[in-house]
Structures are given as structure tokens and as C-alpha cells.
């Protein structure tokens, strides 16, 4: 009897053992990737092992998943900082400035984008909307001027010493000049891209702005929402492309 018992040990702890083992394995894999979906299935699956462990007294297996459970929390809030950021920056928003006609701002950006391709000269324009870009600017000069294309397209020439940095709008108004924005971290970019366009995709991939990018390379210009980028067709469609992302958001 006691042999058996024993031996009824033994197995319950090589039990043990392996799930643990396999726990592990299993869990490193799904995080590499991890998406929404894939973190609540992780969860379902340790609450239920949890149970499991407990009914059948796994003692190792049940403290190494008790582990996972207490740092989800923290693993959540790394998973998911872009969103929360996001979140509280939406909240934090002021909704009591006057915000200047965006028709008129977008028919100079137009006019500018124009130029600057036309002469191949390269720029990077952020159109702030729902959520603040204050917090991921580097560097930059502060302006707080109207928006013209004469001040955009200055901004710009070769011979600018802030030309190398992406222009601010918000609320309608040109407000900084020269700043550094963070660079995307998507592998799947292409390397042929530049840094102004692969700026611009990590800026708005943090944020909803609305990115403007001319290339000095082929005088062409691209949008850029949500970490994609749109090469534009022409001019006029600059102009309503912009109106049907931007105005909408400005409606008083």
C-alpha cells in the first residue's frame, strides 16, 4: 500500500513537472505575437488552470500560474500603453479654445505641398486632431502663427535651419516648427522608405494626427493615418482628402 502510494506521488509530481514545462513553452510562444484576443485567451486559459491545479493538488503548476496571474496587470498596461496614452490624452484634451476654420488652413497646405513637390523640397507636416502630439515632440522651435504657404514653404528651403524637423498644426494654427518625431518600429516598413516618412508613421501610430510628407527624392507626396501611408494622385485630392479627415473632427 504504501509502494503505491509512493508511486502515485511520483507520477502526480513528473505531472507536475511536465505541465509546468508546458506552461511555460506554450505561453512564450503566444506572447511573441501577442494581439487583444490572444492575451484573453492566455488569461481564460491560466484562470483555468488555476482551478485545475488546485483540484488536483499541483502544487508547482499552481504557483507558477498564481506568478502570471499577479503580473498580468503589469504585463496588460506594457501590452497596451499606446492605448491608454491614447485614452488619457483624449480625456485631457481642451475643448474650450476657438479653433480657426480648417478650409482655409487645408487651401494653404495645398498650395505649399504644391510648391514643395514641384521643386522637390522635402517637408513633414503633422495636423494635430483628437489627441494631443505635445508629448512625442522632440526638439522643435514654438511659432504660434498663422497657417500660409509662404511660412510653411520658408520653413522648408535647404537653407532653413529648422528644415529638417516636421511642422505643428493645431487648432488651426501653425504652433511649432523643427520637430523630431519618433521613428516606427514596424519591421514590415519598407527600407527604401526616409526618415521623414518613417516619422511620420511613428507619430501616427501613437496618435490619429494627420500626416503630410513631400519627398525630395521623387517630388512626391503622401498621407500618412494610422501607420499607413496614401501617395497622392494630385493636388485637388490632397485638398479633399485632408477636408474628409480633418473638418469633420473641427465642427463647432
Known amino acids: 500500500m504504501n509502494l503505491f502510494l509512493q508511486n502515485i506521488a511520483v507520477l502526480r509530481d513528473l505531472l507536475d513537472l511536465s505541465l509546468t514545462i508546458l506552461i511555460v513553452t506554450r505561453l512564450s510562444r503566444l506572447l511573441k505575437g501577442v494581439l487583444a484576443l490572444r492575451i484573453l485567451a492566455v ?3 491560466l484562470v483555468a488552470g488555476h482551478l485545475l491545479a488546485r483540484f488536483f493538488s499541483l502544487h508547482t503548476v499552481r504557483l507558477l500560474i498564481d506568478l502570471f496571474l499577479a503580473s498580468s496587470v503589469v504585463m496588460l498596461a506594457v501590452v497596451f500603453q499606446t492605448d491608454i496614452r491614447k485614452a488619457f490624452a483624449t480625456l485631457t484634451r481642451s475643448r474650450t479654445e476657438k479653433d480657426v476654420e480648417m478650409s482655409d488652413v487645408i487651401d494653404e497646405l495645398v498650395f505649399a505641398v504644391a510648391g514643395l ?3 522637390r523640397i522635402g517637408a513633414l507636416i503633422v495636423i494635430e486632431r483628437a489627441i494631443q502630439v505635445d508629448s512625442y ?3 522643435g522651435t514654438d511659432i ?4 500660409t504657404s509662404e511660412l510653411i514653404s520658408s520653413i522648408f528651403l535647404p537653407y532653413s535651419p529648422i528644415h529638417d524637423g516636421a511642422v505643428i498644426i493645431q487648432h488651426g494654427k501653425l504652433t511649432k516648427a523643427g520637430c523630431f518625431l519618433p521613428l516606427t518600429q514596424n519591421l514590415e516598413v519598407s527600407k527604401s522608405l526616409g526618415t521623414r516618412h518613417r516619422a511620420a508613421m511613428g507619430l ?3 496618435v490619429d494626427a494627420v500626416v503630410v510628407v513631400v519627398s525630395e527624392e521623387t517630388g512626391t507626396a503622401s498621407i500618412v493615418v494610422g501607420g499607413k501611408k496614401t501617395d497622392v494622385v494630385d493636388m485637388p485630392s490632397l485638398g ?5 479627415l480633418v473638418e ?3 465642427l463647432k
Do not use: G, H
Open 43 to 45: 488569461l481564460s486559459a
Open 117 to 119: 513637390a514641384q521643386k
Open 240 to 244: 479633399k482628402t485632408l477636408r474628409r
Open 144 to 147: 504660434d502663427a498663422k497657417v
Open 248 to 250: 469633420p473632427r473641427w
Open 137 to 139: 515632440l522632440a526638439v
Open 204 to 206: 501616427s501610430e501613437l
